[in-house]
């Protein structure tokens, strides 16, 4: 049987089809809050009871295979900081979840603003650049033509249309 320690105790677990499931009693356990309340509160979410299901194996070395409520691992974390309860164990460990949910997400919205300061000082670049060619002679006048040709090359298409000569591009 697969299990992991966490707080001196064993969270056992079942590989599925690639899936993990947890035994949701080890974890109680192992969190120290009511195994009972908590198979209720996972039957009742109209979510967690989709990621719910019963495995057979063995985790006794009696060679037994039982009947474990398990709970997929993508939704175990989740699960848990729902879980009410005294527990000192349980409120260490949703300190923990709450700091990885807040490094995780801080480090997308610091990512993401720096990303668009890079960006807003990047076009601010390509616009003085601009502004500088305008100034070389003769620039503006090459603009006016090369915009005369894309006006030109579209009535050339659009005036062709249908009749096959510009079908491939």
């Known amino acids: 049987m697969n299990y992991i320690e966490f707080n ?8 599925k089809n690639g899936t993990y499931w947890i035994i949701v009693k080890s974890v109680c356990e ?3 809050v009511d ?3 908590q198979h209720k509160t996972i039957r009742e979410d109209e979510i967690l009871v989709s990621a719910s299901c019963v495995q057979t194996t063995q985790i006794y070395s009696d060679d037994q ?3 474990y ?3 997929s691992e993508e939704y175990v974390y989740g699960w848990i900081l729902q879980i009410r309860s005294e527990s000192k164990v349980l409120r260490e460990y949703k300190k923990e979840c709450y700091h990885v949910l807040y490094n995780h997400f801080h480090g997308t919205f610091t990512k993401q603003s720096k990303l668009y300061r890079e960006t807003s000082k990047e076009k601010r670049k390509i616009v003085e650049f601009e502004n500088k ?3 070389i002679p003769g620039y503006q006048e090459y603009m006016e033509s090369k915009m005369r040709i894309a006006r030109l090359w579209k009535q050339a298409k659009e005036a062709a249309s249908g009749n096959g000569l510009f079908d491939d591009e």
């Not at 001196?8 to 590989?15: D, E, L, Q, S």
């Open 8 to 15: 001196g105790k064993k969270i056992h677990f079942v590989r």
């Open 30 to 32: 192992a969190l120290n």
């Open 35 to 37: 195994y009972k309340s």
């Open 65 to 67: 295979k039982r009947e």
């Open 69 to 71: 409520f398990c709970i």
């Open 133 to 135: 060619l305008y100034e």
